[in-house]
């Protein structure tokens, strides 16, 4: 199951990451560590340097996050270990984008 995060949802007013429980909170810098790494580089596919979240069987994967910018201007991304992966939208000109344009 893919984890779908639309960026927009957790960004206040002023831009900053917005008040909410600490569960969503690691989950949402978890997404941000990712769109950082995506939009830091100017490459069509990243590794991220981004440890997997996942748990399989208690213990920690192994894997890093790769990720890319897709037609629908989204970032995707997954782990090539376990294959958790997920669709970030609306992080154009959020606190996680790096991108020379913003």
Known sequence: MALITDLRHFVNEDGDMADMPSQARVLVKYCGRIVRAVTSRRIATVDTGVKCRKRP???????????????????????PVCKDNGIISC?????WDW????
Request: one cysteine or more; glycine letters at 6%.
């Open 57 to 79: 069987k208690r213990k920690p994967c192994p894997g890093e996050i790769i990720a890319f910018i897709d037609e629908r201007h989204a970032i995707s991304w997954s782990c």
């Open 91 to 95: 992080w154009e000109g959020t606190i």
């Open 99 to 102: 991108s020379v344009d913003a």
